[in-house]
C-alpha cells in the first residue's frame, strides 16, 4: 500500500503527536500531518535531522526492525522558519512482519514521537509544567552518560586508592580527594533516586549513618558559598556545628547530605549581609533531632507556610522551587519529620527528626574478601574509553587477566578464538548493545557467565543471557562479588 493510501483511523492520534510506518528497506508506509510538519515529506525519514543526530535515528531505527523497542530518543530537527533546531523525542515500535515473516528485512516499526516546544497560545502555567514534563524526559536520557562520567571519577579515585597513591599525600590533598569522592558518591546516589523514581521503585536499603561525620562533610562541601565567596565580596559569613561524636541515624548519606546542604545554601542566600549559621543535633526517644538557624533576612508567614510546595521560588529569575520539596520528599521517605519556624527580619529555624538507627535496622550483606577472591579470565566490553581504562585497571589489580575491547563486534570476534571465564559489558554500545550481544554470546558460546554495566534507567535483564545487572557507577567490591559468586 502506498503512502498516499494509507489513511489514520479518525480520531486514534492526536494532531499533535508525531507518527509514521515504515519498512526495514526504508519504503514509508504511512505519514501523519504533524511528522510531515515537522520531519518533512522526503524518501528520507531523517533528511531534516541535524547531521550528528541523523546516524543515532539510523541506529534505533535499525534496532526496532530487529525486534528491540527503543523509547525516548532525543534528537534535534532542523527548522524552516527557526535559526535553532527543534528537540523531538521518538520512540521506535516493532509491530509486525509482513506475512508473518520472521525476515528482519520485512518488519514494520511504528515511530511515534512529540516536539518539546511549547505552543504560543500556551498559558504561563501550562509552559512551565510543561517545560518540567521536558525536563523529565530529557533526564532519562541524560542519566546514562552521566553515570559514566561519574564511573570515570570515582573510578579513578579506587585506582589511587588500590596502588596506595594516597598514602603519601599531604592532609590537605587527602581532603579534597576524599570531598570529590564523597561528592561524586553523593551525585550517583542521587540520579539513582530519579532512576528508582522513573522506575516507581521503592528505597533503596538504607545505612548506619554518623550525624558528625555527615554534617562536618556539608559544612566542607558547601564552604567556598559561606566562606569564600563572602569574603571577596567583603561579607563574614560563620558556620558552627555542634553533634555528638556517635550519633548515628538509619538512612542514606548522599540524600541526607543533599537536604542538609540545600538548607547550608539558602540560609546563605538568606544573609546578603553576613550572618551565622548554627547546626546542632541531640537525641530523644530513639529519635535524632536536627536544627539549622540562620540570623538572615526570615521570611513572611504567606511566604513560609509555602516553601515545601513544588514550583514554590521566592528567588527571581533563578532557582526551579524544586529544592525543599524534594527535601520534604527524601526526609518523609525516611521516616522523619521536617518542619520551619521565621520571622522577618529574625532569621530561619529548620528542624528535623530522624530515627536514631540500632544494629537490628540492618542485615549484613556477605561481603567478598580479597583473600577469597581468585584469578579468572575476563573480556572487558565498553565503548566508553575512560570508563574501560578504569574497569581494565582496577580488574588488572586485583590480579585477573583482562582482555578490553570497545565494542560488541570486537568481543564476538575475540571469543570465536579465545575462551574467558566470565564477560562483563556495558549496554548502551553502537552497532550492538550489551543485551543483543548476551544474546550472541548464549548462542553461539553456551553459558559463559555475564554481566552486564549499565547507567540507564531500564536495568531489566533477560535472565536467559545475563547472570548479574550492575549499575553505573559502580563500586569495585560489586565487580569482586559478582565474580566470586558467578566463577
Known amino acids: 500500500m502506498s503512502e498516499s493510501e494509507t489513511l489514520p483511523i479518525p480520531g486514534m492520534i492526536e494532531p499533535d503527536v508525531l507518527v509514521a510506518t515504515c519498512f526495514a528497506d526504508g519504503s514509508v ?97 501550562q509552559t512551565d509544567r510543561h517545560r518540567m514534563e521536558t525536563l523529565g524526559r530529557m533526564t532519562m536520557g541524560i542519566t546514562h552518560d552521566f553515570n559514566n562520567l561519574l564511573s570515570g571519577i570515582l573510578g579513578h579515585i579506587s585506582i589511587l586508592e588500590s596502588k596506595g597513591l594516597l598514602q603519601d599525600a599531604t592532609s590537605e590533598m587527602a581532603e579534597h ?35 558528625s561525620t555527615l554534617i562536618q562533610d556539608c559544612v566542607i562541601l558547601t564552604k567556598p558559598y559561606w566562606y569564600n565567596e563572602p569574603r571577596r565580596q567583603g561579607i563574614e559569613i560563620n558556620v558552627t556545628y555542634d553533634v555528638p561524636k556517635e550519633l548515628r541515624v538509619l538512612g542514606s548519606s548522599p540524600e541526607l547530605r543533599d537536604v542538609l546542604v540545600n538548607l547550608l545554601l539558602n540560609a546563605v542566600q538568606a544573609m546578603p549581609e553576613g550572618g551565622q549559621i548554627s547546626i546542632s543535633a541531640r537525641s530523644s526517644e530513639g529519635f535524632a533531632s536536627i536544627s539549622v538557624r540562620d540570623t538572615g533576612m526570615g ?125 562483563i559489558s556495558d549496554q548502551g554500545m553502537p552497532a550492538m548493545n550489551g543485551r543483543d550481544f548476551a544474546k550472541e554470546v548464549r548462542q553461539r558460546h553456551g553459558e559463559v557467565p555475564f554481566v552486564l554495566l549499565t547507567g540507564d534507567t531500564d536495568i531489566y535483564a533477560d535472565p536467559r543471557s545475563i547472570n548479574r545487572v550492575v549499575s553505573k557507577p559502580f563500586k569495585i567490591e560489586e565487580l569482586d562479588t559478582a565474580i566470586h559468586e558467578l566463577t
Open 29 to 125: 508506509n504511512f505519514r501523519n500531518e504533524a511528522w510531515i510538519r515537522i520531519l518533512g515529506s522526503e524518501s528520507d525519514l531523517w533528511s531534516r535531522l541535524i547531521e550528528a543526530d541523523r546516524k543515532t535515528a539510523e541506529q534505533n531505527f535499525k534496532e526496532a526492525c530487529g525486534g528491540t523497542l527503543v523509547t525516548h530518543a532525543l534528537l534535534m530537527a532542523r527548522q524552516r522558519d527557526h535559526d535553532l533546531p527543534a528537540p523531538v523525542l521518538l520512540n521506535f515500535i516493532p509491530v509486525m512482519s509482513r506475512g508473518g515473516s520472521h525476515d528482519a528485512g520485512s518488519n514494520v516499526v511504528a515511530i511515534t514521537g512529540e516536539v518539546l516546544t511549547e505552543p504560543d497560545s500556551w498559558t504561563e502555567n
Open 177 to 211: 580527594v576524599a570531598t570529590i569522592k564523597k561528592a561524586a558518591s553523593g551525585g550517583a546516589a542521587l540520579v539513582n533516586k530519579i532512576q528508582r523514581y522513573i522506575r516507581q521503585e521503592k528505597k533503596a536499603a538504607f545505612e548506619s549513618v554518623n550525624l
Open 299 to 423: 521570611m513572611m508567614e504567606e511566604i513560609r507556610s509555602r516553601i515545601f510546595e513544588p514550583l514554590f521560588t521566592t528567588k527571581t529569575g533563578s532557582g526551579s522551587g524544586m529544592g525543599l520539596s524534594v527535601a520534604l520528599g527524601i526526609i518523609q521517605e525516611h521516616e522523619g519529620t521536617i518542619s520551619v519556624s521565621s520571622e522577618w527580619r529574625k532569621g530561619t529555624r529548620f528542624d528535623i527528626t530522624l530515627p536514631l538507627f540500632h544494629e537490628a535496622c540492618l542485615r549484613e550483606d556477605a561481603k567478598v574478601t580479597r583473600t577469597e577472591q581468585k584469578s579468572v579470565s575476563i573480556l572487558v566490553v565498553d565503548d566508553e574509553e575512560m570508563v574501560l581504562k578504569v574497569i581494565t585497571t582496577l580488574l588488572n589489580l586485583r590480579g585477573h587477566q583482562v582482555s578490553a575491547v570497545s565494542s560488541a563486534i570486537e568481543a564476538l570476534e575475540l571469543l570465536d578464538h579465545s575462551t574467558f571465564d566470565i564477560i
